[in-house]
């Protein structure tokens, strides 16, 4: 201190400069006896300057400052002359509660005298210490979750430099805190964090409170080699917190998309598969329609040749499926308009008197049919058709016929319908193969198959229910 300001610290009166110190002011004897308090520890501790000025330290307030952790450093400072400095005392006070103490303490001697005092500057810090401790532990348990992570995370700064990282980093990317703490991002390693796009999305993470989502990179990392990795980031963002702080996740997916490489791979490998066996049903079904379709032109009985044509339109109800497959490139689905129209339309020209004698009224929804499902559903409709053909129109040439599909709750209404003269009531029109055919087929599918008939035409109304349908 330069002798102007001695001067005008000498010049001052000690109790106006004590008045201004907010902590609170003792000065003690070397027994360790209060020989004056300030107003401000007076007024901070609840007590009169009767109760406290004269008496020992440790039996104020009926003992209360009796504190080892307060007297402990007084005595070794009156000792050994020496001073301390934010020594922070926790202590509870009986009419007071609890209070956390900033000591500052130093040896002195008062002029003309030669006694030693000691001058003892109390703050009470409590509220300031409680939001640190809250602090702290808001800190270990963030740091404690981090840790318990299985993704890498890092906690950057607006300008991306790291401020902390998880165990989990460490451990996929090989480093240690000394590599990574302070240091900013691009810097990292050699430089593979340095990904111009990754670092312009980043920086506008903060300005905009905007988050990164799944940005994927591959690179040649250093100890580890390749990997891919999807990152995603956002601000730490609070009610009036301006702080520009980003959690960076990191998720290694390598293993994932060398799965999905070979997935990808097994399956196109698949598809080809099918859709090679598709084409060779298709074929083997063509050439044994063909076959007999040749064997019943060298017929001459007409039951008999009826009967082959009958079993022609049976192959190629289900040659219909694969080369609506085949057309496609489809091995599992087919669209229902393009197939049962087709089975329609086929079974019509086998089977009318002429060319166009025949109006066809289709109406199929959009729908999609597994195979599964389309097979005995289009071996149904050859049947119906057949059936209509043959005996709906005895007696003339021309007429009707039409199919709709309906989609309903959890599946289909499949309808087949004519404008001939009905069923004869005494007709045996149950007791034919191609109506074991039909049996058989609905009770495969699950289905309920109804019918109707009257001198205006047959109706077959066909209920599947929970089946799987797609839009095409």
């Not at 799965?259 to 598809?271: I, K, P, V």
């Amino acid at each position: 201190m330069d002798d102007i300001s001695s001067t005008a610290l000498t010049a001052m009166n000690p109790s106006e400069i004590v008045a201004t110190l907010r902590e609170g002011l003792l000065v003690l004897t070397e027994d360790l006896t209060v020989e004056f308090a300030s107003d401000r520890f007076l007024k901070m501790f609840h007590v009169d300057k009767d109760e406290t000025v004269g008496r020992p330290l440790a039996g104020l307030g009926d003992g209360q400052w009796n504190i080892p952790a307060l007297l402990e450093p007084l005595r070794a400072a009156v000792v050994w002359e020496t001073a301390f400095e934010d020594l922070d005392v926790d202590h509870h006070f009986a009419h007071i509660g609890r209070k956390v103490m900033r000591l500052n303490a130093c040896n002195t001697v008062w002029a003309g005298h030669n006694a030693k005092r000691i001058l003892l500057a109390i703050d009470d810090v409590t509220e300031a210490a409680d939001h640190a401790r809250e602090l702290a532990l808001q800190r270990q348990l963030a740091e404690g979750i981090v840790d318990t992570l299985r993704e890498p995370l890092l906690v950057l700064t607006g300008n991306l430099q790291i401020v902390a990282a998880s165990r989990a980093f460490y451990l996929k990317f090989r480093v240690d805190a000394e590599q990574a703490i302070g240091r900013n991002l691009t810097e990292l390693g050699n430089g593979q964090w340095a990904n111009a796009e990754l670092v312009r999305l980043l920086k506008e993470v903060v300005p905009e409170h905007s988050t990164l989502e799944d940005y994927e990179i591959t690179h040649n990392f250093p100890q580890i080699g390749v990997r891919t990795v999807l990152l995603n980031a956002r601000k730490i963002f609070q009610e009036g917190n301006s702080s520009k702080t980003l959690l960076l996740a990191i998720e290694d997916v390598t293993e994932r998309r060398l799965l999905e490489e070979e997935r990808d791979r097994a399956l196109a490998q698949s598809t080809r598969l099918l859709e090679e066996l598709n084409h060779r049903v298709m074929n083997s079904m063509s050439m044994i329609g063909a076959v007999i379709a040749m064997e019943s032109r060298a017929l001459s009985d007409v039951e008999c040749k009826g009967a082959f044509t009958r079993m022609r339109n049976r192959i190629d109800a289900i040659g219909t499926l694969y080369r609506a497959l085949s057309r496609t490139g489809a091995v599992d689905r087919v669209a229902a308009a393009d197939y049962l129209n087709a089975i329609m339309r086929d079974a019509v020209t086998a089977m009318e008197a002429s060319p166009g004698a025949i109006e066809l009224d289709l109406s199929v929804s959009d729908i999609q049919l597994s195979t599964r499902t389309a097979v005995p559903l289009g071996l149904i409709t050859n049947e119906l058709v057949t059936n209509s053909l043959k005996y709906a129109y005895i007696g003339r040439d021309t007429g009707k016929l039409g199919l709709s599909i309906a989609e309903t709750a959890g599946g289909i209404d499949v309808t087949f319908w004519d404008d001939g003269s009905g069923i004869d009531k005494n007709a045996r029109v149950d007791s034919g193969l191609g109506q074991k055919l039909v049996d058989a087929f609905v009770q495969q599918l699950g289905g309920v198959l109804t019918r109707t008939s009257d001198r205006h035409g047959t109706r077959h109304t066909l209920a599947i229910q929970n089946i799987e349908l797609s839009r095409v």
